[in-house]
């Protein structure tokens, strides 16, 4: 039995995606609720840092995964024009729906599909852009999930992940602190569950930190990478372009 990290536990990495997929079902009518409670409204600016740096033009092709309910997606909608395509993609059914009736109530009509991220639907170098935000941690075999956002992207394409990282050193134990006390306590009260939060900040001690992160995106055939720390590390964006 192979096993992989469910937050600090230990679990069998074919039961990992059935367990993320129920903190999403719990959370996902409360969760841009929460992303404004938790980061104090900070997850709008990094996920504005982020369309910034896609600079998508018209007509362009761009690839939303984990879009969840659609922030990044809409974003490129406008970026990309009539004459371009955004897919908004997520692995969660719930989360996805919550993105696509959002999207509908904006009147912004996009390609929506529930797929993994390990197996995408796509030709090969189709996309100018591929996004993930907030998902990578969540997913099983990173190095496969890269592997294939590497391959649905044209040569000089664009792969964008957003996801929180490894604070600044000084900030770690107030950091700790306000994740594993505050978090929690704000699930419970705000989206009636506690414990997907205290996933939410394991999780994120699980995954790999910037320059782990670089080596690792790589690895999987990225010719150049880089990243930006924001908020002292809090999140980080990093860049990487495709051979």
Known sequence: MS???????????????????GVFDSVASKYDVMNDVMSGGLHRAWKAYTVMVANLKEGDRALDIAGGTGDLALAFSKKVGASGQVVHTDINQSMLSVGRDRLLDKGVILPTLVCDAEALPFPDDYFDLVSVAFGLRNMTHKDQALREMNRVLRPGGKLLVLEFSTVAKPLQKAYDWYSFNILPFMGRLVAGDAESYRYLAESIRMHPAQEELKALMQDSGFGHVDYHNMTAGVAALHVGIKC
């Open 3 to 21: 096993t992989t990290h469910f937050g600090f536990q230990s679990v069998d990495e074919r039961d990992k995606a059935r367990r993320v997929r």
